[in-house]
């Protein structure tokens, strides 16, 4: 069931039977010559839908920029400053918190928004906690959960692709968007094979260090085929994350 495909009067009845979404949340980045700019939010938003549908969770819009300020020296990458993320995550729980819901599931597609989005969960309690009408008035509860670390899902991918997996541009990552849109299937000749490993600094720095945007990773055996058992495996296991949470 998606929010944006429903009804204010659906939501309502919703409400009545539960207080649980899910916010897919992602980022808008380069990833590399094979990977497309949306597949940090992609990857999230798919597992999300076939949960949804197998498990009647709501699930809501796609938060699809985020915390990519490394990936600017690359066209068609939008970053958000930390600060106006922050802002942004505390209104959309706020908003959602208003209508009753009590229980808000990030899945994140996007390892560098995790410092950011907690920082926007725990402005979210404090201002619960500094509340003078006292707290835990209509705060929802908050989490964070990166997709790829849902229960046996890295492992899967370690088992899919034991070479080259790496850290950005994966062909997990890759494969599970070519499964959710194999009309957008590309193909480059990737030198070196597997991509450099390394840290990073801003923007101008990051391309510098890896000159076509992959780190670690060699995505040339992405599949749709890898991505749909990863994505059978991730939404298993988001199923059980989530109604875990919901009880927490
Ligand atoms: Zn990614």
Redesign the pocket.
């Known amino acids: 069931m998606q929010l944006v495909h429903s009804t204010w009067q659906e939501i309502e009845i919703y409400l009545q039977s539960s207080k649980g979404i899910i916010v897919p949340i992602g980022s808008t980045e380069q990833?590399g010559p094979t990977g497309l700019l949306g597949?940090?939010s992609i990857c999230p938003e798919v597992i999300a839908e076939k949960a949804g549908e197998r498990a009647e969770i709501l699930i809501a819009p796609t938060f699809n920029v985020g915390c990519a300020q490394h990936h600017m020296a690359f066209p068609g990458s939008i970053a958000l400053r930390p600060a106006t993320m922050i802002a942004a995550i505390v209104d959309w729980v706020t908003s959602l918190g208003k209508h009753g819901f009590e229980r808000i599931y990030f899945l994140n597609?996007?390892g560098g928004n995790a410092n950011t989005v907690r920082a926007a969960f725990s402005k979210v309690y404090t201002a619960s906690s500094l509340n003078r009408g006292g707290s835990n008035t209509g705060m929802p509860h908050c989490c964070l959960q990166n997709w790829w670390e849902l229960k046996g899902v890295y492992k899967l991918c370690k088992d899919l692709f034991p070479k080259g997996h790496g850290g950005?541009?994966?062909p997990s990552?890759v494969s599970v968007t070519y499964f959710a849109y194999p009309q957008a299937i590309k193909s480059a000749v990737l030198e070196p094979k597997i991509a450099p490993t390394g840290s990073f600094y801003d923007a101008e720095d990051y391309r510098r260090r890896f000159a076509d945007g992959r780190i670690g990773s060699d995505p040339s055996p992405a599949s749709p085929e890898h991505g749909e058992t990863l994505v059978e495996k991730a939404v298993d296991s988001l199923i059980k994350s989530y109604t875990k949470f919901l009880k927490s």
């Open positions: 990833h597949t940090d597609g996007h950005h541009a994966t990552e």
